[in-house]
């Protein structure tokens, strides 16, 4: 049994992975400020007497003894993350400096959640880890990949200069249960909006891409990079690289919930990343993992989850 800290663990992705965590037989502090994330998405595990939650905004340190921290702690969506600019990129760069110092003092093996984003809006596709991405440094996305890029930059930085024993992960894209209903991003917004015989709102042309992987694949990722040898710390994309335009997600959607809703186009926001999919070669070497969810079976789950609360 290991003592583990999750920063972020009520959020969407946290609270897969402290179950996980929790039914793996460890000890699990589950640390969160609770903008983003919500008790119930951990209220199955409050009687647990290997589960604590504990209130932390992770801007300021914290102390506790445990063997690994995965970084969670950060708004994913960008109408949330955006809302409080200013407090997103703190979140992300002294969150992670709290964590990293608290890793420092335990010797404890700790995870960065990064993503995507990294990559701005790519050039290169699909994307490798050695592509350097093509961010706009000051736009409205900006405290959001700026803050992911500079804490990737200290997770490295704490690794050669302290010899922090650290991994870090590149999400993209991912859906499941447990997402909030007014979240905002697209897989969630258009379940919602398809149940409840609203419109789907697709910004842009809809012929943008993105690559949907579903929860259960990311959390069986993060648990394999944690376990691998202190020598590989990545960083590693977790993705399915099957690319999808987000017309033919609304198309599917539709398709699958029987709705009558109509799909209405609505402005792209700024900066919004034209493509993207994850080059998986090196988590399929390094982890020996690679998502086995597809789009509709994943859809099917949500849509099912989001039956009984969507309207
Ligand atoms: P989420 O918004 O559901 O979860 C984030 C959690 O962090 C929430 O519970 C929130 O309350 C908490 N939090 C935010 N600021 C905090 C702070 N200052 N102190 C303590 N807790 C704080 O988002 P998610 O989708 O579960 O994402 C989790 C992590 O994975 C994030 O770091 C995100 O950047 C990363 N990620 C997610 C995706 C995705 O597609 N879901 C993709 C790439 C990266
Ligand atoms: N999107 C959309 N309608 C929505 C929500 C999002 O068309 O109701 C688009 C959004 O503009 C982007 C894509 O779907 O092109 C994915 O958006 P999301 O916020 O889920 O993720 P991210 O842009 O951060 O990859």
Not at 105 to 113: C, K, S, V, Y
Not at 251 to 273: A, C, G, H, Q, Y
Request: charged share 20%; with cysteine; net charge negative.
């Amino acid at each position: 049994m290991k003592r583990i800290l999750v920063s972020g663990g009520a959020g969407f992705i946290g609270s897969h992975l402290c179950t996980r965590l929790i039914n793996e037989g460890h000890d699990v502090i589950c640390l969160d400020n609770f903008f983003t994330g919500s008790k119930n998405n951990i209220i199955h595990l409050m009687d647990n007497h290997h589960f604590e939650l504990v209130r932390h905004d992770v801007t300021h340190p914290y102390t506790a003894e445990v063997d690994e921290i995965y970084n969670l702690a950060c708004p994913a969506s960008p109408i949330y993350y955006q809302y409080d600019a200013i407090q997103t990129a703190k979140t992300s760069v002294m969150g992670a400096i709290n964590m990293l110092g608290l890793a420092q003092r335990l010797n404890a093996r700790i995870l960065q959640a990064s993503t995507s984003e990294v990559y701005g809006d790519p050039i290169v596709h699909p994307q490798t880890e050695d592509y350097w991405g093509n961010v706009n440094p000051i736009g409205i996305r900006s405290c959001y990949d700026e803050g992911k890029r500079c804490a990737e930059t200290l997770f490295m930085d704490y690794h050669r200069q302290n010899k922090v024993r650290i991994k870090i992960i590149r999400i993209f894209n991912t859906y499941g249960p447990k997402m909030l209903p007014h979240d905002g991003r697209v897989v969630s917004n258009f379940v919602v909006q398809a149940l409840c015989n609203n419109d789907i709102t697709i910004y842009g042309s809809g012929e943008q891409t993105r690559s949907f992987q579903y929860i259960d694949d990311l959390i069986e990722g993060m648990v394999r990079m944690m376990n691998t040898d202190d020598d590989f710390v990545g960083p590693v994309n977790i993705g399915n690289p099957n690319e999808f335009s987000i017309l033919e997600l609304a198309e599917k959607v539709i398709r699958l919930t029987n709705s009558s809703s109509k799909i209405i186009f609505k402005p792209l926001p700024f900066d919004d990343p034209k493509q993207r999919q994850p080059d998986i070669s090196l988590a399929k070497e390094k982890l020996n993992w690679h998502p086995t969810v597809q789009l509709e079976e994943g859809l099917e789950n949500m849509i099912e989850y989001f039956k009984y609360i969507a309207c």
